[in-house]
């Protein structure tokens, strides 16, 4: 299966809504792996994470920086890593955490390292270019397009939240992304775990949209209050992403076990919020 949002919709069904970000250092994984080559020490840890949470997470999420940063080390991690999963789970979506923008025709490029070389099923955006700019994602109906709205960083007010005619700019983004970027049923929208009321405010103006959310585990966000804020009225619609709180749970050579433990006590938790608040309530 390689439609984003088919595979978004089995996953909910099966109340998995937790994203694993693949935030994989290599300096801070374990010792065993860093005896080996940079590109298969990350890919094995990699391999172990995955093996290890699959079954309590709707996706995996790896950050291009950690392995840009390696050079060609790292990107041979990431490709091995998405075909791995591409192939031992291919129900489980890819999101290339990427934050890419340019004008068209270098996004062109961008679009096709992030599908057909890198094989993630979706990938995050900025906005600030517009819809023009981005017309080389928002057209391809099969991949996922995650647009940054309101980020879970310290600073995400320095520019999200200043006024256009009196209307904060994320707000005019969501609405944006929801009524006029949204043709090809492909957008999401990424809105910090660590600001619930914007969460909030957020999904009043994208009703449907699926939210990709992180801010949880290391960065503090509180939980029961971006489910409840973030929940679509069929009371699924989101991805709650940690990363370090769950990929490095343990240094030890427990390490794997830790990971699994932590993935499936979020996402227990999210289910159960979930659950109480919406989930399984179809609306029409």
Known sequence: MDNFSQILNQQWQKELFLCVGLDSDFQKIPEEFRKLPVAEGLFQFNRAIVDATAEYCAAYKPNSA??????????????????????????????????RADIGNT?????????DILQAHSITVHPYLGQEALAPFLED?????????????????????LKINNQDLYKIVATR?????????????????????????????????????????????????????????????????????????????????????????LNESIRKIARENGFGRKVE
């Open 141 to 161: 109906r099969d991949h996922g397009v995650f647009v940054l709205c309101h980020t879970s960083n310290p600073g995400a007010g320095e520019f999200q939240e």
């Open 66 to 99: 950690f392995y840009e940063g390696y050079g060609l080390a790292g990107l041979e991690a990431l490709i091995k890593t998405n075909a791995f999963i591409r192939e031992k789970y291919p129900n489980h979506l890819i999101i290339l955490d990427a934050k």
């Open 107 to 115: 996004n062109l490029g961008y679009a096709k390292a992030a599908f």
């Open 177 to 265: 992304v929801d009524q006029e970027w949204n043709g090809n049923q492909n957008c999401g929208l990424v809105v910090g775990a660590t600001y619930p009321e914007h969460l909030g405010e957020v999904r009043k103006l994208a009703p449907n949209l699926p939210f990709l959310i992180p801010g949880i585990g290391a960065q503090g966000g509180d939980l029961e209050r971006t489910v409840i804020n973030g929940l679509d009225r069929n009371g699924t619609g989101i991805i709650v992403n940690a990363s370090r709180s769950i990929i490095y749970a343990s240094s030890g050579l427990d390490f794997s076990t830790a990971a699994a433990r932590e993935a499936k006590l």
